[in-house]
């Protein structure tokens, strides 16, 4: 067989066991069950870019607007974000993170940051940073490919 394949077959292979793995440790480890993936990162970029119109979370997220929708209505509905108006056009409203939307989130990021730093405690730092550095890669290769594939 060709090494080429031999390498994107093993590589395959190690992402279906890194996906199953990761959220079967988040699962059994992480006490914040039910602030799911989606949610914490949809946090994290209201956190960041808020006040963030429902358009601009579902680009950034590549979603359509109904998912969004669905998303944005469940963390307003626990009081984690809330709609404020557009100061540029008030017909237009933005999600902002809560005060009680922070103080969960920095609650799981600090969970998951000493989770983290346990987990990988044999690791050296150059083998974390490498780690960091190659799922930055991917994980943006596999935005832009989103992006730009067009099935034929």
């Known amino acids: ?10 590589l395959e292979l ?24 989606s949610i914490y990162l949809l946090l994290l970029s209201i956190e960041k870019f808020g006040p963030i119109s429902i358009k601009s ?14 998303q944005t209505s469940s963390l307003e509905a626990k009081g984690f974000i809330k ?14 993170i809560t005060n009680l939307g922070i103080e969960q989130l920095t609650e799981v990021k600090s969970e998951r940051r000493l989770f983290y730093t346990e987990f990988l405690k044999d690791w050296s ?23 730009n594939y067009k099935k034929s």
């Open 57 to 70: 979370l579902a680009d950034q997220f590549q979603l359509d607007i109904s998912t969004m929708s669905r």
């Open 14 to 37: 190690e992402l279906a066991i890194f996906v199953r793995r990761a959220e079967a440790t988040r699962i059994a480890f992480l006490k914040y069950r039910d602030l799911n993936r």
């Open 83 to 96: 709609r404020v108006s557009d100061a540029k056009d008030a017909r237009i409203s933005l999600f902002e």
């Open 125 to 147: 730092d150059e083998d974390k940073t490498q780690f960091t550095e190659l799922l930055k890669k991917f994980n943006h290769t596999a935005e832009n490919f989103k992006k």
């Open 1 to 10: 067989m060709n090494n080429k394949f031999d390498n994107i077959d093993k």
